[in-house]
């Protein structure tokens, strides 16, 4: 089987998210010794370092792209084309993280979801587009971005990783996710 993943969020390292993936993805790979794993990556500033996934398998492939996140955001989240085999492959699972939710040719689909605080503190959550020209940079309102995201995966996805318990219990209340497609999936520590 081959098992796609997106690592995008590994640009931002020191945050949650980047924890998680990264704690995930190596555990992933070091317990699996069958399958095989295409990474995605896509950041227009950042560049993978591999010393962060410290990979050392013929099993793994990444796959890196320059695409700013708002890009993807408009082809995956607004209008829902270009499936993600056309960047990296056939694959038999995709599983996405944080911001984009790429459509899939044939691959089942998997997500990862944090929490829903776009939905309970919007408040708290970056809601609006921001755009410096001086150095090119649009920040997006990640709240309609989340969810224009949890609009498809509630649509697409074959299963919902939660990291908690309330958070299975938010994406039942909130989302309408039915009980069968979420699974607990708690953060690991690093040793």
């Known amino acids: ?38 990474l995605f990556f896509s950041s227009f500033r950042n560049s993978l370092k591999a010393e962060i996934l410290n990979l050392k398998s013929n099993r793994v492939v990444i796959r890196q792209f320059k ?3 708002t890009l993807l955001d408009f082809f995956w989240n607004r209008l829902h084309i270009l499936p993600i085999e056309s960047f ?3 694959i038999d699972i995709f599983i996405t993280s944080d911001w984009t939710e790429p459509p899939t040719k044939k691959a089942k689909k998997a997500t990862i ?3 829903l605080i776009i939905y309970k503190y919007p408040e708290e959550t970056h809601a609006k587009t921001e755009f410096n020209p001086f150095k090119f940079i649009i920040s997006p309102n990640i709240v309609k ?5 949890l609009k498809w995966v509630k649509k697409e ?9 309330s958070t299975i219990k938010d994406a039942r209340e909130i989302l309408g996710i039915e009980k069968a497609k979420l699974f607990t999936t708690y953060p690991g520590f690093n040793n």
Do not use: H, W
């Open 1 to 38: 089987m081959i098992i796609g993943i997106d690592i995008s969020q590994l640009a931002y390292q020191g945050t949650g998210v980047a924890g998680y993936l990264e704690n995930l993805v190596k555990e992933l790979i070091r317990l699996d010794k069958k399958n095989k794993y295409i």
């Open 67 to 69: 695409f700013p996140p």
């Open 88 to 90: 990296i492959g056939d």
């Open 113 to 115: 979801l944090y929490d």
């Open 145 to 149: 971005s989340q969810k224009r995201k």
């Open 157 to 165: 996805s074959d299963a919902v990783f939660c990291i908690s318990k």
